[in-house]
């Protein structure tokens, strides 16, 4: 059973950048494409990013070019860096996974998440 | 693709049918699954595929739809079923997801 386990600093100040990572265990890192995903307070889920197990790469247009996701295969592990972040991105950010052509490329793993604030 | 879920909020009481809605502003074809979110855990999910269930979801969840119009039913409410579900289509890069119904107990 894959299991996935966010981390990160929790606070950051506005301008500053933010990072995260997720650990994966319990499968192998290379079945799955590794998204990172976010929930603003009140607000929908929306998809940032995702890496394949060989670093193929994929990001939203919306983010304009904020964010990088990144794959340590050595570690298990998928990192996220955002920069110049705002009081907008604030929010709890999930680590998913999905298969190509595998349920309908649906996220069938996901992490439990980690909050996020951006504040002074 | 903007999807749309209604209603925001769902009082249903045990035993009875709760049916949840998902609009999609461009087809998606059958790419769509429905998750299940319970505070402080992680997105569980569902049904993919628009009408298929994951492995382990019991079967008083299903699916229906297809194009812009989705539904997601569950027969008869469990008071474990209390939680936030939301739609996502799967067809198009960046994937979307609707904004949520939280369902309540009646």
């Known amino acids: 059973q894959v299991h996935l386990q966010e981390s990160g600093p929790g606070l950051v100040k506005p301008s500053e950048t933010l990072s995260l990572t997720c650990t994966v265990s319990?499968?192998?890192?290379?079945?799955?494409?590794w998204s990172w995903i976010r929930q603003p307070p009140g607000k929908r889920m929306e998809w940032i990013a995702y890496?394949?197990?060989?670093?193929?790469?994929n990001h939203n247009p919306s983010l304009n070019s904020r964010a990088t996701i990144s794959v340590d295969t050595s570690k298990n592990e998928v990192s996220l860096r955002l920069t110049s972040v705002t009081s907008a991105d604030t929010a709890v950010y999930h680590c998913a996974g999905h298969m190509w052509g595998f349920r309908g490329d649906a996220f069938d793993v996901w992490g439990q998440g980690a909050m996020v604030t951006v504040s002074s | 693709i903007v999807m749309t879920q209604s209603p925001a909020t769902l009082s249903v009481s045990p035993g009875e049918r709760a049916t949840l809605s998902c609009r999609a502003s461009l087809g998606v074809g059958s790419k769509v699954a429905w998750f299940q979110h319970k505070p402080g855990q992680a997105p569980r999910l569902l049904i993919y595929?628009?009408?298929t269930r994951a492995p382990g979801i019991p079967a008083r969840f299903s699916g229906s739809g297809s194009g812009t119009e989705f539904t997601l039913t569950i027969s008869s409410l469990q008071s474990e079923d209390i939680a936030v579900y939301f739609c996502q289509q799967c067809d198009t890069w960046p994937v979307t997801f609707g904004q949520g119904t939280r369902l309540e107990i009646k």
């Open positions: 890496t394949s197990y060989s670093g193929s790469v």
């Open positions: 319990g499968g192998s890192l290379s079945r799955y494409f």
């Open positions: 595929g628009a009408f």
